[in-house]
């Protein structure tokens, strides 16, 4: 089992919708959570983290955490043509090790 | 807004040969990481620092690998004897830490692309 799964992609959605990503972890014991994005041939850009149980919302984005099934997830509302990219779940374990997943690619088409 | 510098953006060397990456982190950050990323791949974690030491770090960083703050801004990363499959985007990244109101969030700079001949 993965340390770090992600919904397999690619997600395709129409501009304006809702696009979900999820992903699950496999050490209980984490407990801080992460959501980058990648555009390709760049760097990771963080845009949301989650500690607690719940919800979190920023913006357009709302990141998810459920510890007890150990899934966290990311919604993109009125998703847009320039969201398009890779999105990366990170879990960060403790002494500073973090594990990333292998990111769900999303195309949001005009 | 602060930002992770990293230089070189592209590194070409031959096999066998040392290479050091540079990293410059956020300036009051505590932490700082470097990962790897193989074209195609996913991000890979190799090593954290900490109060001047490994904090932790990845069965990838063996003992090729070592890392280095020589000084209060720069933070290197040097492959001793490089081998082909070492060729990848290497990233460096930092976050405040754990202290009272800091968090982990991590900041990735633009990364090294090194290709090993």
């Known amino acids: 089992q993965k340390e770090v799964e992600q919904n397999s992609g690619p997600l395709s959605v129409p501009e304006g919708a809702i696009a979900s990503l999820n992903c699950t972890y496999s050490?209980?014991?984490?407990?801080?959570f992460f959501w980058y994005r990648q555009y390709s041939g760049k760097s990771p850009e963080l845009i949301m983290s989650?500690?607690?149980?719940g919800d979190k919302e920023d913006g357009r984005f709302t990141a998810q955490l459920n510890k007890a099934s150990q899934y966290v997830s990311l919604l993109i509302r009125d998703s847009q043509p320039s969201d398009s990219a890779t999105y990366l779940c990170?879990?960060?374990?403790?002494?500073?090790?973090?594990?990333f997943g292998d990111g769900t690619t999303l195309t949001v088409k005009p | 807004e602060p930002e992770v510098t990293q230089t070189p953006s592209h590194q070409v060397t031959q096999m066998g040969q040392e290479v050091i990456l540079r990293c410059v982190p956020i300036?009051?950050?505590?932490?700082f990481y470097w990962y790897r990323q193989i074209l195609g791949q996913k991000v890979e974690f190799l090593v954290s620092?900490?109060?001047?030491?490994?904090?932790?770090k990845s069965e990838i960083f063996d003992d090729q690998f070592s890392v280095e703050r020589p000084d209060g801004s720069n933070f290197t990363l040097k492959i001793r004897s490089t081998k082909l499959e070492d060729s990848a985007m290497y990233f460096c990244?930092?976050?405040?830490?754990?202290?009272?109101?800091?968090?982990?969030?991590?900041?990735f700079g633009p990364g090294t692309r090194l290709t090993v001949t």
């Open positions: 990244a930092s976050s405040a830490g754990g202290l009272a109101g800091a968090t982990y969030e991590q900041y």
């Open positions: 050490d209980r014991g984490s407990q801080s």
């Open positions: 989650i500690y607690s149980n």
């Open positions: 990170a879990v960060y374990h403790n002494a500073g090790k973090s594990t």
């Open positions: 300036s009051n950050h505590l932490y």
């Open positions: 620092f900490y109060n001047n030491e490994i904090s932790e």
